[in-house]
């Protein structure tokens, strides 16, 4: 059970928008910013977004980033076949000391 | 560029012990926090640790605390973490990432604990 909670899949025709929702608490999402990552099976994960809304050098502006007290999202829009794989959210806890992820979330692409 | 090299999985039995290293290269090593996070086969990811730039704090998730320990030297841009006391659920793909933020990921390297 992971301490930020993120659907499991999520899909989405090319061409369309796509959202992912990472719902913590008070003591991660609402006291810190989030940063979202991006796998690729048998790879290791990449810096999409941090801190809230910032994207890396690198990253095309269809990857965005949003938060609003508990929760926070991450879009996709223009989906392209290459944008499946697995997002993870991330946060640190305070009540923790930790860095808590999300239980990641696997975009297909129909 | 920004390189970071895993070193030191492998296969281990139940309550044994294992040192992991990363190698770090492209940045000015002794100025960013580091961190391990792991990946158990056909899971999510966990992160396991992290140290302050001098090494002065660490923080640990519950269920290393105790047995896993994370240090690093900075002379030689060098990051680690021993692993004693290991159980079967410590088996994963363990990464170290740059930063605060874990902008920077190498490819990691497999742990197994296993008899």
């Known amino acids: 059970q992971s301490v930020l909670t993120q659907p499991p899949s999520a899909s989405g025709t090319p061409g369309q928008r796509v959202t992912i929702s990472c719902s913590g608490s008070s003591s991660n999402i609402g006291s810190k910013t989030v940063n979202w990552y991006q796998q690729f099976p048998g790879t290791a994960p990449k810096l999409l977004i941090y801190s809230n809304n910032q994207r890396p050098s690198g990253v095309p502006d269809r990857f965005s980033g949003s938060k609003s007290g508990t929760s926070a999202s991450l879009a996709i829009s223009g989906l392209q076949s290459e944008d499946e794989a697995d997002y993870y959210c991330?946060?640190?806890?305070?009540?923790?000391?930790?860095?808590?992820f999300g239980g990641g979330t696997k975009l297909t692409v129909l | 560029e920004v390189q970071l090299v895993e070193s030191g999985g492998g296969l281990v039995q139940p309550g044994g012990s294992l040192r992991l290293s990363c190698a770090a290269s492209?940045?000015?090593?002794?100025?960013?926090?580091m961190n391990w996070v792991r990946q158990a086969p056909g899971k999510g990811l966990e992160w396991v640790a992290n140290?302050?730039?001098?090494?002065?704090?660490?923080y640990y998730v519950d269920s290393v605390k105790g047995r896993f320990t994370i240090s690093r030297d900075n002379a030689k841009n060098s990051l680690y973490l021993q692993m004693n006391s290991l159980r079967a659920e410590d088996t994963a793909v363990y990464y170290c990432?740059?930063?605060?933020?874990?902008?920077?990921w190498g490819q990691g390297t497999l742990v197994t604990v296993s008899s």
């Open positions: 140290i302050k730039e001098d090494g002065s704090e660490k």
């Open positions: 492209g940045f000015t090593f002794s100025s960013y926090w």
């Open positions: 990432a740059s930063d605060t933020s874990m902008v920077n």
């Open positions: 991330a946060a640190w806890d305070d009540s923790l000391n930790a860095w808590v």
